[in-house]
């Protein structure tokens, strides 16, 4: 049965397959409290969508009709966030249960304290509140509209959701034009999940993201890095970057890499970007943590060794400094597109330095090397180098590998002289903060 507007298709237990206990305990007692205050709570998002096709969700998304203010006076351990889409986010320990309030349309380009869409179409506020059946349209994909309601269990389908489940096909609802207009972040929230879930863009739209790609470049920087973030975590970030190309958002998001990259297709960059990649969602697959730092490093390199070259050969720079140098400046061009986080560029100069000073092997110099910092992060990017084309190195790769076996305990190196003493721990300061909440 294919649903309506005006008519869902209501699926219960077993038509969808979720059991109630899959749900995350937090997430159930979020909706449980909401129920009994008399509120209307589904459960929404990544969470219905990845239950039905028998993943974990990541996280657990709440929509309800009670306000971002109601909810807050309901749970204790609530914090309203976001300005451009206010929403609660309710804490227990690290887990944070997000409960956004049901949108409504706002179609007409108003600006007021709740609302504000640009001229070119772009939701810059989107603060005004409705009900279950309007909040559907505003969803970005059909596989993303499906409300788990917690009232009867059901699963309720507006927009077709459950077929394209189905058949694996991520379809933008309504408009997929005016819908990329209103925020062009769904662009990558497009290939995200087409990654991720193996499924393919509907044809009819695929097109569409090409032609707006440009359109993230207005996008915030800082959300841009939010973005990217979720992008490489997904579990999928090799077959993601490889949309991310195909569709030119690469250009939009790291475009000296994307143009570095079209200068020699199947090379050594490529492959050692994809080797990274591929790296990246085996630790992700085995629960491993994972570091920004080192990713952006990877992706920045060509631009970084090119801008040293530059500056060695222009400037006379000794390649110490033009390392150093060029790592400031490609990473200043850089975060005008993707706001990388200071405490990851900083890592990601390191590993840069690293590779020059991994080449020092003699007398004490490999010790100091061995107990910097980011030696660890260093020294698997100059084995990832050797290992994706740059076979001259494959015997320096080696010889840290024996020397660390070696040396198994970390050695600090010996503080050189007039170097500045360690800082004397300052005592702990007594917090003022209450503390948090036990539960909810
Ligand atoms: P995951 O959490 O696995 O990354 P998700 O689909 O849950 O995927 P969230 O970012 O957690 O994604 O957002 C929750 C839900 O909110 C989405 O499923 C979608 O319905 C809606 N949503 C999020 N961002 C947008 C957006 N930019 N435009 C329209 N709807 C959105
Ligand atoms: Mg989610």
């Known amino acids: 049965m294919t649903p309506t507007e005006d008519e869902p298709l ?56 009670a306000t971002p203010e109601e909810v807050k006076r309901l749970f204790r ?10 929403l609660a986010h309710v804490r227990f320990g690290r887990d944070i249960i997000e409960v956004a309030t049901f949108r409504a349309p706002h179609e007409e380009a108003i600006e007021d304290a709740e609302a504000l869409v640009e001229e070119n179409g ?19 994909f059909t596989i993303n509209s499906l409300y788990y309601d917690i009232a009867d ?13 189905r058949e694996g096909v991520l379809r933008m609802i309504g408009n997929s034009e005016q819908r990329y207009h209103e925020d062009p972040v769904r662009m990558l929230r497009a290939v995200r999940f087409a990654a991720k879930l193996g499924f393919d863009i509907d044809p009819d739209a695929k097109h569409i993201i090409s032609d707006l790609a440009h359109l993230l470049g207005d996008v915030a920087p800082a959300r841009l890095f939010e973005e990217f973030l979720k992008l490489m975590h997904g579990g999928a970030a090799f077959r993601t970057f490889e949309l991310l190309r195909e569709y030119g958002l ?21 492959r050692f ?100 910092d980011r030696f660890r992060a260093g020294y698997d990017f100059l084995c990832l180098r050797a290992h994706s084309g740059e076979d001259e190195l494959l ?28 800082r004397r721990r300052q005592p702990p300061r007594r917090s003022r903060r209450r503390k948090p909440a036990p539960s909810a």
């Open 77 to 86: 351990n609530a914090r309203l966030i976001g300005r451009r889409f206010r």
């Open 10 to 65: 209501i699926l219960d237990e077993a038509a969808h397959g979720i059991p109630l206990s899959k749900i995350d305990v937090n997430a159930r007692k979020v909706l449980n409290r909401l129920h009994d205050a008399g509120y209307r709570a589904c459960l929404v998002g990544g969470g219905v969508r990845d239950l039905m096709l028998g993943l974990t969700p990541k996280d657990f998304d709440v929509a309800t009709d």
């Open 273 to 372: 970007i994809g080797n990274a990649l591929k790296n990246t969602d085996k630790r992700i697959a085995e629960g491993k943590p994972v570091n920004p730092a080192f990713l952006v490093a990877v992706l920045l390199w060509q631009p970084v060794l090119r801008q040293q070259q530059a500056l060695i050969e222009n400037e006379e720079m000794p390649p110490f400094v033009a390392m150093q140098k060029a790592g400031q400046i490609v990473l200043s061009r850089e975060v005008r597109h993707v706001a990388i986080h200071k405490r990851f560029s900083q890592q990601s100069r390191e590993i840069w330095d690293l590779q020059l000073r991994l080449h020092g092997t003699r007398g004490k110099r490999p010790f100091r090397v061995l107990a910097r």
């Open 395 to 422: 015997a320096l790769c080696d010889w840290w590998t024996k020397f660390q076996e070696a040396h198994p305990v970390p050695v600090r190196a010996a503080p050189e002289r007039g170097a500045p003493r360690p």
């Open 122 to 140: 772009r939701i810059l506020r989107d603060n005004v509140y409705g009900t279950l059946e309007q909040d559907v349209w505003r969803r970005d």
């Open 250 to 270: 690469l250009a939009q998001l790291f475009p000296e890499t994307d143009a570095l990259l079209r200068e020699e297709p199947g090379g050594t960059f490529e």
């Open 153 to 165: 269990n059901t699963v309720i389908d507006f927009t077709g959701g459950v077929a394209d489940l």
